[in-house]
């Protein structure tokens, strides 16, 4: 039987997207052809989750994903080195840079008390798997609760802990990866291998993410024992994406011709178009987040506002030479056109 939450007429998800690329324009766009829309939680206040959600509540089934905050302490030594490491590339981008190290927790108990009293269809949790009195609280108010996971381990104790449906992320995935343990090295690889594990071991429905390049990867993630597919890079230059004309620009220029995955920007893993920014701080990474995505927050967005593609963070899953412009519905009906 098909989670109510599936019942969707494809079989894909537009991915949630924080930062500024997912819009209310994406998420309609994408409910309007017919996939399940996901509004990126992160980095939003309660009251900016809140207006978005607002705008959703005529989508019918949609979702909110959540960054779910980590315990882990900061090195402080590690951290002022960084920074100093950093401290040549912020001057020449205008920016003076803190080496006290800042950290959050991204208003969590604020969202999860919107989301309790203003239930919305399905909640989405990356980066870790909040206490279960959280996803009981959620579940009680009537959401569909699904945990992001990128090994079976992680898929099994989610499932203990009682989540209705699994978002299975592959290392090719665009963007911070949802492993709960962010000292971990993510190897490239596809994503198809993984959903495959984890269905072996659980009967939850399951979305899988990561490196969707075209209508044969959704097919093959599917054969592979994924309910649907999940969509973050290709839909990063559609006309209703919110990412950044230099963001936009790089994934299509030639001079991008490689993804890799790095802490360099936010002190977690995430994969990124690989430039300058990269290549001269790879060696020195910490992790630290969100202290380090603190650190350079107005460095990139100043590379951002100039146009400086070699100082910004250019998420990227392996599948963006595929990332087409055009309307996001039209992408995401092509890449069930064969289904
Ligand atoms: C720009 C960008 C921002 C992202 N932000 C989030 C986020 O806020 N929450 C989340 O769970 N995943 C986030 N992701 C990961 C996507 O939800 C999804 O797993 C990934 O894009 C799928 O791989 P693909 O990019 O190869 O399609 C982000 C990805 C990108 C490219």
Redesign the pocket.
Known sequence: MTAAFLETALPLVA?????G??TVDLGAAATGAGALA?L?G?YLSAEALHARIRAARDWGVFGV?L?VPGADAVDAEAFRRYAGELADEARAGGVTLDPVPRTDDDAWSDKVALLCEEPVPVV?F?FALPDRSDIERLRRAGSAVLA?VTTVAEARFAEDAGVDGL?V?GP?????S?TWDPDRRIADGATAPIVSAVRRNTSLPLIA????DGPAAVAALLHAGADAV?????L?RTDESG?SPTHRDALASPEYTETAVTRAFTGRPARALRNGFIDRHASHEITAYPAVHHLTRELRQRAAASGDAERLHL?????YRAAGTGSASDVLRSLAASL
């Open positions: 991915a949630p997207m924080a930062g690329a997912t996901f990126a992160g994903n960054f989405s990356t992001t978002i992320q090719s995935a665009g963007g911070h949802a993410a990561g490196g969707v999940a969509v973050g890079t290709l990063l990412a998420w990227a899953g392996t599948g």
